[in-house]
């Protein structure tokens, strides 16, 4: 049987290519480059996402108290608070206009105030993060903790 200079070329060529490319591969291997790169991830804390729920219980809260007035301990404790640090006590209602509307109660005397919703993000904020302290006092009972300490 007689080959061709021109098969013996081709074999050649298709030997030098494979090996080449088997050690460009041995290579990668061993370099650690063989692995398919991973895509981005972002993991989040325990920690974090402890803060994301109680970030989200706590809007949750705030809304059910400005929309609906306090409707149990958790938001009787918020308002109290509040209403100590102010000197001021307040009932809360939220009008189909975009104004927030809020009564201020002195004794036996009940003035009835408006604030656009912009003028009321210091008020909002504030209860958001006496909502806040007040999930995490929660969540540290339910573990057994003491809820005195600093």
Do not use: C, W
């Not at 460009?24 to 804390?45: C, F, N, V, W, Y």
């Not at 000197?87 to 201020?104: A, C, L, P, R």
């Not at 004794?107 to 958001?128: N, P």
């Amino acid at each position: 049987m007689e080959l061709s200079a021109f098969q013996i070329h081709k074999v050649m060529k298709i030997y030098t290519k494979q090996l080449s490319q088997s050690k460009m591969a041995q290579r990668q291997k061993d370099l650690g480059m063989h692995e398919k790169p991973t895509p981005d991830t972002i993991e989040i804390s325990q920690e974090g996402k402890n803060r994301a729920v109680m970030d989200k219980v706590a809007k949750d809260i705030v809304n059910r108290i400005t929309s609906r007035g306090p409707r149990d301990n958790v938001d009787r404790y918020i308002m109290d608070k509040l209403e100590r640090e102010t000197g001021k006590k307040f009932e809360f209602k939220q009008e189909k206009s975009s104004d927030f509307v809020f009564n201020v109660i002195d004794k036996d005397t009940k003035t009835k105030t408006s604030l656009s919703v912009e003028d009321t993000s210091f008020l909002l904020d504030r209860m958001e993060q006496l909502a806040k302290e007040a999930v995490e006092k929660d969540i540290q009972l339910a573990k057994g903790q003491d809820v005195n300490k600093p």
